[in-house]
């Protein structure tokens, strides 16, 4: 049994010790926001932290991580309120998104070790691929995220995922948003 802290909370995997972090966060913990793409190291779709260290979650074992506190894209804030979400949203930025949890876990690692990163080191931290060509937009939101960052400027959370059926309706219009379902009868009703 392999244990260590995810997301604050104390884990004990039953796996295989050499099972790679990033499947026993999707399959066993059901954290699928961290994103399988290359397995290999270069991509980045897996990063995570580790005790605040962005890490590729592909490419080290659970043994590895034994007795790590390790934080996913769901527990970066508690509301997605962290700068860098915030100025993500702010920026429009995704675009296909698969890459995106990929990015901001590696963009908050920057902003916690260094709070005003030039051009260069966010070049040099920011390793990530994205196949949608999102670099620049990335750029202007890790900027737009040390002003959050050190109060200069506010920005709203980011609103909570997912579509409203009544928007998706207006969207598209085959779509039909579902009724309410109709209250049970109470016995004394009957
Ligand atoms: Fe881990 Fe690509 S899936 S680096
Ligand atoms: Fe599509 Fe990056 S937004 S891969």
Redesign the pocket.
């Known amino acids: 049994m392999t244990s260590f802290t995810v997301n604050g909370q104390p884990v004990h995997y039953k796996m295989d010790p050499e099972t790679p972090l990033l499947w026993a966060l999707r399959d066993a913990s059901n954290l699928t926001g961290t994103k399988y793409g290359c397995g290999a190291g270069q991509c980045g779709a897996c990063t995570v932290h580790i005790d605040g260290k962005a890490v590729r979650s592909c490419q080290i074992t659970i043994a590895a991580a034994e007795g790590t506190f390790v934080t996913t894209i769901e527990a970066l804030s508690r509301d997605r309120s962290h700068p860098v979400q915030q100025a993500w949203v702010a920026e429009n930025l995704?675009?296909?998104?698969?890459?995106?949890s990929g990015?901001i876990m590696a963009a908050a690692a920057l902003l916690a070790e260094i709070p005003r990163p030039s051009d260069e080191d966010i070049d040099a931290a920011m390793t990530n691929?994205?196949?949608?060509?999102?670099y620049p937009r990335i750029r202007k939101a890790i900027h737009r995220a040390v002003r959050v960052q050190a109060g200069r400027e506010k920005l709203a959370a980011a609103p909570p995922g997912g579509i409203d059926p009544e928007d998706a309706a207006r969207t598209v219009p085959a779509l039909t948003p579902p009724k309410p379902s109709p209250k049970p009868k109470k016995l004394s009703d009957r």
């Open positions: 995704p675009q296909c998104g698969y890459c995106q990015m691929i994205c196949r949608c060509g999102t």
